[in-house]
Nanobody
Framework: QVQLVESGGGLVQAGGSLRLSCAAS????????MGWFRQAPGKEREFVAH????????YYGDSVKGRFTISRDNAKNTVYLQMNSLKFEDTADYYC?????????????????WGQGTQVTVSS
């Protein structure tokens, strides 16, 4: 059984930074693409970032491009999301996910396993 556990969320002022972590267990991690999504109250889940199994390819949602960086450490079975220049509109619950289906990387249904989420609140 795959388990994904996010950490690193919290309260930060606009313009600040946070780094989220997602620790994975139960599956060959290094061969599997991972993603970060977020969901604000009353809104649909939004694609944030994606990274290939090797870490060689990354993709970002338009709203975070240039501010967020996804990375992974396969030796530690962990994916990171470095978030800089945070804005009030980045406030959401952030989820990491493991891609198990062949659909588009920005489509939530392409991911078969999800963490429980970590809350990020940006004060203006």
């Amino acid at each position: 059984q795959v388990q994904l556990v996010e950490s690193g969320g919290g309260l930060v002022q606009a313009g600040g930074s946070l780094r989220l972590s997602c620790a994975a267990s139960g599956r060959t991690f290094s061969s599997t693409a991972m993603g970060w999504f977020r969901q604000a109250p009353g809104k649909e889940r939004e694609f944030v970032a994606h990274i290939s199994g090797s870490g060689g390819r990354t993709y970002y949602g338009d709203s975070v491009k240039g501010r967020f960086t996804i990375s992974r450490d396969n030796a530690k079975n962990t994916v990171y999301l470095q978030m800089n220049s945070l804005k009030f509109e980045d406030t959401a619950d952030y989820y990491c996910a493991l891609q198990v289906y062949s659909g588009a990387y920005y489509y939530p249904d392409s991911y078969g396993y999800w963490g429980q989420g970590t809350q990020v609140t940006v004060s203006s």
